[in-house]
């Protein structure tokens, strides 16, 4: 029998921590382990109890959810932990910074129970789910409304035409289950091909392949 994904919440408003709280122990597989009402309380609390998934509200006072996120699952982070930020504001910037700082997932509050425990699972598995209504504005966002930065690094070897494949998938948001689906490939050989895109990238998670993906453009809608 798999063990539960062990979750920490983190919002500023009561109810809505009892609600997501309550919310998240239904669902058959997920178990809240502890509940923050602020940024750096909700850092502790990951640090200290190092859960699965992280599920974090944007604003927060104190620490808000974009850098909470970024000192558990930053760049800079060893050993980053899942975050996924819920979040009642759907724009550009917070997903923007949010996606950077490390975040596994992007969610709006009204997503619904469903949603909200596929998100936490996506994430416990190293998957990446933005909600529908908006993952493929919000995920060229990067490429469109991003910082300035350096040209995109190429490949340390070049994608076959399957990773080609899967790259332009994992680009529009597609779990490694739908990936399958499309392509009509195993589950293990998804995940294989994903692993070896990150490789060849030097990227860390499915967010990063998607932002390479936009800003080289082999990502198209």
Known sequence: ??????????DDQEIVRTGLRMILDAQPGIEVVGVAGDGRRAVELARRLRPDVCLFDIRMPGLDGIEATRALAGPTVADPLAV?????????EYVYAALRAGARGFLLKDAGPALLAQAVHAAAKGDALIAPSVTTRLIRAFADAGPAAAPPRQPVDPLTDREEQVLGAVARGRTNSEIAGELHITLSTVKTHVTSVMLKLGVRNRVEIAIWAYETGRART
């Open 1 to 10: 029998m798999n063990e539960s994904v062990r979750v920490v919440v983190a």
């Open 84 to 92: 996924v930020v819920i979040t009642t504001f759907d724009l550009d």
